[in-house]
């Protein structure tokens, strides 16, 4: 039996660490060339043949062509992702903000829209009074006395529905 055996406590402290360290390097090094490729295609402002230019310079030769991007365009690749990163909060507003309005209306659109039915004489005074109850806010509804009126499902009247 001539084989050597390593145990782990044959590997310095220091070799450990060192070898941490490199591998630490190595993954740095990948995260930043994701970066700066998800940078060139995101830039908006540069050709199809400057971003064709740099991704070649970066896969052929990776470490060269990283450093050099990041000398070259590194000041303005935190300014474009934190323009992207506004943009995208925008649309996630704008977005809230459509779904938010575009499936309820007010309470006054809903008052407006009875008043009306009533006007044309669709609904009785009394149908109008429960229904402007349900309507109003919560508060308004628990200060009634009386058993709660079951709420109707949202569709037009049937005088409506009718006369089209």
């Known amino acids: ?54 991704l070649v310079f970066c896969i052929l030769l990776p470490f060269l062509g990283v450093f050099v991007y990041v000398i070259a365009r590194g000041r303005n690749m935190g300014r474009r992702e934190i323009a992207q990163a506004q943009a995208q909060q925008e649309e996630f507003n704008s977005y809230i903000r459509r779904t938010a309005a575009g499936g309820r209306s007010s309470s006054v659109d809903e008052l407006a829209r009875l008043s009306e039915i009533k006007d044309r004489g669709a609904i009785t005074d ?16 628990r200060t009634r006395r009386g058993p709660p009126v079951p709420v109707p499902p949202r569709t037009e009247s049937t005088h409506e529905t009718r006369s089209r």
């Open 126 to 141: 009394e149908e109008f009074r429960r229904a402007k109850e349900l309507v109003l806010p919560v508060t308004a509804r």
């Open 1 to 54: 039996m001539s084989a050597q055996i390593y145990l782990a406590y044959d590997y310095p402290l220091l070799g450990a660490f060192w070898t941490l360290l490199l591998f630490f390097l190595w993954i740095m090094w990948f995260v930043l060339l994701f970066r700066i490729i998800t940078d060139i295609f995101r830039d908006e402002g540069m050709s199809g043949w400057a971003k064709t230019g740099w």
